[in-house]
Structure formats: structure tokens, C-alpha cells
């Protein structure tokens, strides 16, 4: 489960890491709410969903034994 979740994780970090530098490009501060937000969702949710996946793959795989 965890080589699964490595791509999820690198991409989480990687939009965090775009939402922080996104702060010294925008110069209007709603824009730079705007573009934290969104890559925020996209990457929190990104990692969310994987992590779902592999939970329900490990409880059918609990099921099966």
C-alpha cells in the first residue's frame, strides 16, 4: 500500500509547495487565495482519494481471507 501512495504524496507535496511560491507571483491577495485554494483542493484531494482506494482494496482483501 505504501509504493501505491508515493505518486499522491509527491503530487500533494508538490501542490503545496506551488501554493506557497504561488504567494511571491500573484500580486493581488483574492488571486492569491484563489490559486492557494485550488491547488490546495487539487492536491488534498488528489491524496484523499488514492488513500480511499487503497483502504477499500485492503478491507476487500481482509474480507477475502
Request: proline share 3%; charged share 20%.
Amino acid at each position: 500500500m505504501l509504493k501505491k501512495m508515493i505518486m499522491p504524496t509527491s503530487f500533494m507535496l508538490i501542490c503545496i509547495m506551488l501554493a506557497i511560491y504561488s504567494v511571491t507571483i500573484v500580486r493581488d491577495p483574492m488571486d492569491q487565495v484563489m490559486v492557494m485554494s485550488v491547488l490546495f483542493g487539487y492536491g488534498a484531494g488528489y491524496f484523499v482519494c488514492a488513500f480511499g482506494k487503497e483502504l477499500e482494496k485492503r478491507d476487500a482483501d481482509d474480507k477475502n481471507i
